[in-house]
Every structure is written in C-alpha cells, then in structure tokens.
C-alpha cells in the first residue's frame, strides 16, 4: 500500500470468530483499495462507483476461495471525500487549519473564530477531514455470525474507504 496509511482500523468486536483470521481479512481489503486506487490521483465522483464494485468484487471473491461454502458474505464499501476548505474559512466538511513550525497560533480577527492561523509566514494548509459515524447490528447467532469493519485511508488522494464484511454460518 505504498500511497496509503499502512495502519489499518479494522474491528470484529462482539461478533462470532471470522470464517478468515482478521489479519488475513486486513490483507485482503488493503490489497482490493490499494489495487483500485493504483492510478487514482485524486477524489473523483464520477469514478465511485466503479470503484466500489471493484472493491467489493475483489474482496468477495478472496473470500470465496479462502473459506469453505458452510457461510454467506455480504461486503459494502463506502467511499469518503476528504474536502480542503478554503483559505482562511471552515466548512461543513472541516476545520481549516494552518500549521506552522512553531507551537504559538491564535484567531485572525475577520476570520471565522474556528479557524486557527499560525503566527508565522511559514505556515502549510492541513487537508481537513469530513465526520462519519457508522453503525450496523444484525439478528443472528453471535457465536457463529458476525461482522468485520475496516477503515483504508488513501488520504493523498482525497480518499478514505469504510469496508463491512458480513459472514452468516449456514450449519
């Protein structure tokens, strides 16, 4: 994953035990990401969906081959467009904040008060980031049924990716 965060969040709490270790599970959807965004160099819409079905493809049919026919899976893939705010506003999608090589910052008066300036010259934009919460819960046997979440972050690229995987026990 040479263009994306190598820390991946993955999460398996209060489920049954995944059909696949979580480390393999892990391998599997950073491998489907970062196969998918190899090219990409930016957030672009129009290119969503494509990407979501090649990433669900990619990590269903993973699955499948991996694990013996006694499950079900379902897979989602949610895309996320990481928004840089302009200069000197914030916006719904974040904070705009400017950093700089010293610890000191304070408002700029005419300037909305929550966005932070550095008192220098030398100062960078940070990429501001968009809030998502999720969550799912299902009806099912927790010793044998679960679910599977994990956060791929290519955010040199604008992009952040939510993967859910779904397992059901046919036995």
């Not at 200069?87 to 304070?106: D, W």
């Not at 940070?126 to 049924?145: F, L, M, P």
Request: aromatic content about 6%; charged content about 20%.
């Amino acid at each position: 994953m040479a263009s994306a965060n190598n820390n991946p969040i993955s999460d398996t709490e209060g489920t049954g035990s995944p059909p696949l270790p979580t480390s393999r599970l892990d391998s599997i959807a950073t491998t489907a990401c970062s196969e998918t965004f190899t090219d990409v160099i930016s957030y672009d819409h129009t290119r969503c969906e494509s990407w979501n079905n090649s990433i669900i493809s990619s990590i269903l049919q993973r699955i499948v081959e991996e694990v013996p026919r006694t499950y079900k899976f379902a897979v989602t893939s949610t895309i996320i467009q990481h928004v840089e705010p302009e200069h000197g506003k914030s916006s719904s999608a974040g904070v705009g904040i400017n950093t700089t090589n010293t610890t000191e910052q304070s408002t700029t008066s005419g300037q909305d008060p929550n966005t932070l300036t550095a008192n220098n010259t030398d100062s960078k934009r940070v990429q501001a980031r968009r809030g998502i919460h999720s969550a799912t819960a299902g009806y099912w046997n927790a010793e044998k049924d679960g679910i599977w979440n994990f956060k791929y972050d290519a955010s040199d690229k604008g992009i952040e990716v939510i993967v859910c995987v779904v397992w059901i026990s046919l036995s």
